[in-house]
């Protein structure tokens, strides 16, 4: 595919190292490529070529970019994924997402198996919502009242918003950091990125991914709940394993880089 480079423009694409093997690394709702900062030295170290991106809607993109209709499911964020990876002429590589990319990876694979080595899904979720025999987390007035704060005062919903999922004191390091990059997504933008996440339900589609995935789950996580990484266990369609880390928070790479570091490289490597 013939792709002009204003699409890695669009994404703030870098890639790092020079190595024969692939790493690809794709943040979460409200955060972008700096959410890697901890990880990136330890997979350069270990020879290894690291390709970094902006999921359209960040706030480090340019939102005229953003197309409401389309950014509603997250196919689109697959399809811009495929698209980097083409444009990089990206053959094989070892994907890793966090929160929603994880999700995002997932759709990737199904559509074209063979780039992807291996899926590294960390604090991934198919659904949010509760549901008969399904524990997501969420009930819908849980997140009615979300978007309602959201709307109403983005900046005091994004400081609460970061200290929850982080799972530390609103003057943490790691929380303001987040805080961040969540408040300078505009406020429309996070609006519609956040329903089309905490309203997909992606359940039926884990069957169909068949390449082979590992897990990565905090101990505690109020996004996450350790019930939905086994979930993802039990119904991904190909070969599986977990890691459940002791550490809080939906940001282990940036509160836990030491214990998230030796997994990834164990699981690249094995790759």
């Known amino acids: 595919m013939v792709v002009s480079n204003s699409v890695l423009d669009a994404h703030n694409v870098r890639v ?6 692939v790493v690809v690394l794709s943040h979460g709702f409200g955060s972008d490529q700096s959410m890697w900062k901890y990880i990136v030295p330890s997979l350069l170290n270990n020879n290894l070529r690291v390709v970094l991106y902006d999921i359209m ?21 697959a ?16 994907y890793v997402g966090h929160s929603v990319s994880g999700m995002i990876g997932c759709l990737a694979s199904i559509e074209r198996p063979d780039i992807f080595q291996k899926l590294i899904l960390l604090g991934a979720s198919p659904r949010y919502l509760n549901d008969t025999n399904y524990y997501g987390g969420f009930e819908q007035h849980d997140l009615d009242q979300l978007f309602t704060s959201m709307k109403s005062n983005f900046r005091a919903w994004s400081s609460g918003f970061a200290a929850a999922a982080v799972g530390a004191d609103i003057n943490d390091r790691t929380v303001q950091e987040f805080s961040r990059t969540l408040f300078s997504v505009r406020p429309d933008v996070a609006l519609t990125v956040s329903q089309s996440i905490f309203q997909s339900d992606l359940r039926s589609i884990l069957p169909q991914v ?19 990484a086994e979930y993802l266990s039990r119904n991904l369609g190909g070969w599986t394993s977990m890691d459940i880390l002791e550490t809080e928070g939906h940001f282990p790479q940036l509160t836990s880089p ?6 990834l490289l164990r699981y690249v490597e094995d790759s």
């Open 16 to 21: 790092l190292g020079t190595g024969d093997d």
């Open 57 to 77: 809607g960040a706030g480090t993109t340019d939102t005229s970019n953003f197309n409401f209709n389309r950014y509603s499911s997250l196919h689109a964020y």
């Open 79 to 94: 399809d811009d994924l495929l698209t980097i990876l083409d444009e990089l002429d990206i053959e094989s590589c070892v």
């Open 210 to 228: 068949t390449v082979p995935c590992h897990i990565i789950q905090s101990q505690k996580d109020m996004a996450v709940p350790v019930e939905v």
């Open 258 to 263: 030491e214990l998230v570091i030796p997994v």
